[in-house]
């Protein structure tokens, strides 16, 4: 060990604060992190990082950190040793499992964590409890542009790369504050338009800063993204300047697709979106002239009531001009966290299994039954959303939440905390003690990525090794490690030593990632899902057509219902979003002091014309107030928003003000709360 303090490492690893999924080697003195240093031709970023993935590590050795189990006594906590702990959860869990039945279990797995991680967490749920009640927070974010992309093509991933995104000719984001939540992504982008021409269309409803870089910008009411996509739709087919060849080979349901656009004129769109009707043409016109168009888009198409239904919609534009199956074109939702796409992907779902099977495909459920020895449920689980209600109901007692600060990130928090309050057990596994944690009866410590193996996926379906680079601290340890001890104690006889033996289980059962190995993934090789047991994978989806039946993609009709508006009492809207420092609820960000001098406070932007309005100056206090709850936050006056409209950065150092305000108005196909659905009222505190 003395040696090893004198010694610098440099291990490979993935960056944990987005889904490009940025590798690099970092450099280590002990549990010192010393350096990130990016390697040429590392696959999604070459030699670029971002300041969250170049500074964001000191939470790896915060004086926060947890470091042992704790398990509740009154109204603190107690250290305990694993043993106790792990002993206490599973009596607990096995008296709810005996007296109530499995399905009053439920288990929250973390984006943060491993596809391995992932993997084990849902067998822990469905071999060991018995129940499907598993999810993740994709679906706080993505989950409704995998309805839309299920819907219509079949995958639930990116259609191709980044690179594709940067080699196509038009780039369009919708909804999506890139150059702060995918920054080495938004440089691309920049990169292409300076080096290539290529053209960067940004449909938002606040100017921040792609939207300045953009060759256009487009600023339509919020909440209706459905009505000017399929009103571009409908005009590019009306005008015969779809891709018929396209369609006849590889689209099925255009005749009756294109009857259900008959409400999509320019006009109504122009009424509901406020676009005039030659600026809709002026899109109708780019997007089908040009050769290739690749649609990128996230949190503000997502967090709507129809936030599926709007992801069905670019698809189906998509189809109708043939952007499938090549290089530059197609649809790119930008995941968020670093693995959304692998936690999901890996089988932290109440429906799927790993690889997106249904649970109640007897096929697909009887391989994992002949392998893990137990019959499964076939009963679709219960969603986060769906949990918590439950929870208020009496329907779920017991709750296991891994990496994620639900209490903080969920919509309408204190109804979420409140539902905490009323569980018999709860165990939160974490790296700190979170907002969440403060409700749990027992606290496990795990470790960093930094102090673990295993792998991660990014946006564009890449699987990525990562390397322990220091040992874990103290007594914590890694997610699927805890795990399979908790497994053991409940009598399952998990084996695994190391993640490689759990991806070796989860290639064996899933046709997705049949090939994947860690030997085809090491140091800086990667993969991109579907992998074919031969180890060829897909950079770019489709190719070999859709994965239906007939390999044909479907055109899937929507229609457009708006339940949300701003009304005489709560008079403006409010959206909400990222800031470039920061990650999410801030729970790692935060403890970088650099990071934190810079973005201390959470704030509201005003606009000069509502600041003038309402007599406030930069810096006043305000209180928001919605239907759900409060938030009291400083003022700052910027034109990157307009008119009554508000932006509140969800990173505000665990204050969370955001979901303080946010309902429990969800997107009707998935259950995403709707997030970007707020109406606020404005007092006024202090007008500086
Ligand atoms: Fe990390 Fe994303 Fe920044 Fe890359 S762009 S360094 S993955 S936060």
């Not at 604060?17 to 010393?34: A, I």
């Not at 999810?135 to 974010?141: H, K, L, P, T």
């Not at 000017?228 to 005749?255: C, L, M, P």
């Not at 704030?603 to 007599?615: K, N």
Request: net charge negative; proline share 4%.
């Amino acid at each position: 060990a003395a040696m090893r303090k004198e010694r610098i490492d440099k291990t490979k690893t993935v960056c944990t604060y987005c889904g490009v999924g940025c590798s690099f080697d970092v450099w280590t003195k002990g549990r010192e992190v010393l350096k990130i240093e990016p390697q040429p031709g590392s696959p999604a970023n070459d030699i670029s990082t971002c300041v969250k993935g170049k500074f964001g590590w000191d939470y790896v050795n915060s004086d926060e950190r947890l470091t042992k189990p704790l398990v509740r006594e009154g109204d603190h906590f107690k250290e305990v040793d694993w043993d106790t702990a792990l002993e206490f959860i599973e009596r607990e869990m096995t008296k709810l499992k005996v007296e109530n039945g499995p399905d009053s279990l439920a288990f929250i797995s973390s984006s943060k964590a491993t596809n391995e991680e992932s993997f084990v967490m849902q067998k822990f749920a469905r071999q060991v409890i018995g129940t499907n009640n598993i999810d993740n927070c994709s679906r706080y974010c993505q989950t409704p542009a995998t309805k839309g992309l299920f819907r219509t093509v079949g995958h639930g991933g990116d259609s191709g790369s980044i690179d594709d995104i940067a080699s196509a000719q038009l780039v369009i984001t919708i909804g999506s504050n890139t150059a702060e939540s995918h920054p080495v992504l938004a440089s691309r982008i920049k990169r292409s338009q300076k080096l290539y021409g290529q053209k960067l269309f940004v449909f938002d409803i606040r100017k921040h800063e792609m939207a300045r870089r953009a060759d256009e910008f487009f600023s339509n009411h919020p909440g209706s993204d459905l009505v000017w996509i399929s009103a571009v739709t409908k005009y590019i087919i009306d005008q015969g300047w779809h891709d018929r060849t396209f369609i006849d080979e590889w689209v099925n349901g255009f005749s009756s697709y294109y009857q259900s656009l008959e409400p999509f004129t320019l006009k109504y769109a122009s009424g509901v979106t406020g676009f005039s009707e030659d600026t809709l043409k002026q899109i109708a016109k780019s997007i089908s002239s040009a050769e290739t168009v690749s649609i990128c888009w996230a949190m503000g198409v997502t967090q709507h009531q129809q936030g599926s239904d709007t992801s069905t919609a670019i698809s189906n534009l998509l189809l109708a001009t043939g952007n499938y199956r090549k290089n530059g074109a197609g649809a790119y939702p930008l995941r968020g966290h670093n693995n959304v796409q692998g936690c999901s992907d890996f089988g932290s779902m109440p429906n799927f299994l790993p690889g997106y099977e249904l649970i109640t495909d007897d096929d697909a459920r009887g391989r994992y039954e002949n392998l893990w020895g137990v019959e499964l449920s076939r009963e679709i689980g219960k969603d986060n959303h769906q949990m918590i209600k439950a929870i208020h109901d009496g329907n779920v007692k017991g709750m296991f939440v891994l990496g994620e600060d639900t209490g903080v990130v969920d919509s309408n928090i204190n109804y979420v905390t409140e539902a905490f309050e009323k569980l018999d057990f709860f165990v939160v596994q974490d790296l700190f003690l979170t907002k969440t944690a403060e409700y749990a009866d027992v606290v496990l410590p795990a470790c960093s990525s930094l102090e673990k193996e295993g792998t991660f996926t990014n946006t564009e379906r890449r699987i990525q090794r990562l390397y322990r680079a220091m040992e874990p601290l103290e007594e914590t340890k890694p997610d699927w490690e805890i795990l399979t001890l908790l497994a053991r104690r409940f009598g399952y006889d998990w084996e695994y030593q190391h993640p490689e033996q759990i991806m070796e289980e989860a290639a064996f059962l899933t046709p997705l990632f049949a090939g994947v190995t860690y030997n085809r993934l090491e140091g800086y090789k990667s993969l991109q899902w579907p992998v074919a047991p031969d180890g060829t994978d897909t950079p770019l989806l489709f190719t070999d057509g859709f994965p239906f039946e007939d390999s044909k993609a479907n055109f899937f009709e929507i229609s457009y219902q708006m339940d949300y508006s701003t009304n005489e009492e709560f008079d403006l809207h409010v959206n909400n979003g990222r800031l470039l420092e920061h990650f999410h609820e801030g729970n790692m960000t935060y403890k970088s002091p650099g990071i934190t001098r810079k973005t201390p406070n959470a704030f509201v932007e005003v606009s000069p014309e509502l600041a003038e309005e309402r007599g406030v100056q930069e810096g006043a206090l305000v209180r928001l107030t919605s239907p759900a709850g409060v938030a009291t936050t400083e003022v700052h006056i910027t034109d990157r928003v307009k008119g009554k409209e508000l932006y509140l950065p969800l990173n505000d150092n665990g204050k969370s003000a955001v979901n303080f305000l946010t309902d429990n108005s969800v997107d009707k196909d998935t259950n995403t709360p709707a997030y970007k659905e707020i109406a606020v009222k404005m007092d006024v505190l202090k007008k500086k």
